[in-house]
């Protein structure tokens, strides 16, 4: 690993140890014990395809080049941060940032289930956010709808005259939305009891916008920021994942 990478390595693990510390346990993405086994068992199964092929989507890139390690864990250490920094919304979840667009837009959105994944199960055992009953839900919404959205968009908006800085931010802030909205939709699925589905599933989302509207816009400008400084910094690792080609 070369000097300028050891320092990239060290300021992620800086900014990751100073940002990810909560101040209380009692916000989460959604709870341990709120989903029924059933569902509980069901979104972890949905996952798993999804994560085997990051598991081979990351020993891909890894083998293609090893420069890519240190993006790899700046993204894992940007959606561990910003998804750790929660604001209290609906019964059994709240509102946070993701921060899974980075990572999507630099790698595809495989890779991204198995940063979740270990970003989610770190934060459960650690942070007290989130569960472990309740992983296969929260990896579903937020490791693989979340940045599967963010990385279509941003694959179709590159196709067309925009921007690519205004790419980034739609992808982000759209990416961060659908992770909620998958949320709002595994609450409606598991508790409608008293209500219908679509009365529980529109509840939910109106409460969750609120609070997720200004937070996504917010993620969208931090990770434009991200890819900025990373493209002031890391322009060979950048070329080295594909995200710049040679003549940029």
Not at 10 to 31: D, E, F, Q, Y
Not at 107 to 112: D, E
Request: aromatic share 10%; hydrophobic share 55%.
């Amino acid at each position: 690993m070369t000097k300028h990478e050891k320092q990239l390595t060290a300021a992620a693990v800086v900014l990751a140890a100073c940002l990810g510390v909560p101040s209380t346990a009692n916000a989460m993405h959604i709870m341990e014990g709120a989903l029924p086994a059933g569902y509980c068992v069901a979104w972890g199964l949905i996952c798993l395809p999804f994560l085997m092929a990051g598991f081979f989507s990351i020993r891909r890139v890894l083998n293609e080049n090893r420069r890519a390690l240190t993006l790899l864990a700046m993204s894992g250490a940007f959606v561990f941060v910003i998804s750790s920094l929660k604001i209290p919304s609906v019964s059994g979840s709240c509102s946070h940032m993701t921060g899974t667009g980075l990572g999507a837009v630099l790698f595809g959105p495989a890779v991204m289930s198995i940063l979740g994944l270990i970003v989610l199960l770190f934060q459960a055992l650690l942070l007290a956010h989130g569960g472990l009953t309740t992983l296969g839900a929260n990896t579903f919404s937020m490791a693989v709808a979340g940045p599967f959205l963010s990385y279509f968009l941003y694959t179709v908006l590159k196709k067309l005259p925009v921007n690519r800085k205004v790419s980034i931010f739609l992808a982000a802030f759209f990416g961060d939305l659908f992770t909620y909205c998958v949320t709002a939709l595994q609450l409606a699925m598991a508790h409608n009891s008293a209500t219908s589905f679509s009365a529980a599933l529109r509840e939910n989302m109106i409460i969750f916008a609120g609070t997720q509207l200004p937070l996504a816009a917010v993620e969208g400008i931090l990770t434009v920021v991200v890819i900025i400084g990373l493209e002031s910094y890391a322009r060979p690792e950048l070329k080295a994942v594909g995200f710049l080609k040679e003549e940029d």
